[in-house]
């Protein structure tokens, strides 16, 4: 379904030498095209619903987890980032950053992205889950962060943590955390 009109560019006996070809690959399957119709204001409605969390007492707040996943190689430093809040409530955040970075480094940018964006979304009770356990330990008083860098992110994600009323970070296997 599309509100682009390709069935009419598509089936034009004069277009582009270009687009004949894909006229004459695409014609082997069996395409049709259907406008997708105007969109309802209910379904706006609806959207903001689903996404609002539903509480049963004005001072009881739900508990949000979070997935950190970052990744460095000579490339480039990607990350992603999972929010799962209540009723089934999945944001997800895609990260690529433009500067070189050890995984630790990549790790706790992620963490602190992701602590912002709950935050921003006024969640008060915070569970992270992580895979790479020398953050896990840094963070939780386990390990010493003897790296200058490092030092100064465990500081910013302690500062962080304090904002939540609870905030849990647990280490949990790679192949849980995908």
């Known amino acids: 379904m599309t509100d682009l009109p390709l069935l009419k560019v598509l089936s034009k006996p004069d277009i582009a030498k270009r687009m ?26 609806d959207f903001i619903v689903d996404l609002t969390p539903k509480q049963t ?3 009881e707040d739900f508990k949000w987890s979070f997935l950190v996943y970052g990744a460095s190689n000579p490339k ?3 990350a992603g980032i999972i929010l799962e809040g209540p009723n089934g409530v999945h944001l997800k955040q895609a990260l690529c950053f ?9 790790e706790y940018e992620t963490l602190i992205i992701g602590m912002l964006l709950a935050k921003e979304m ?7 889950k992580s895979d790479l356990q020398l953050i896990v330990g840094q963070i939780t008083g386990g390990f010493q962060a003897k790296d200058p860098h490092l030092s100064l992110y465990l500081n910013y994600v302690k500062t962080l943590a304090e904002s939540f009323s609870t905030f849990n970070l647990i280490h949990v296997p790679i192949d849980q955390n995908s």
């Open 76 to 78: 480039g430093s990607e």
């Open 122 to 128: 006024g969640v008060s009770r915070l569970m992270v």
């Open 57 to 59: 007492s004005i001072n």
């Open 20 to 45: 004949v070809k894909w006229v004459v690959k695409l014609s082997k399957f069996d395409i049709q095209y259907e406008s997708r119709g105007p969109l309802k204001g209910q379904v706006l409605v």
């Open 98 to 106: 433009c500067f070189k970075a050890s995984n630790y480094q990549v």
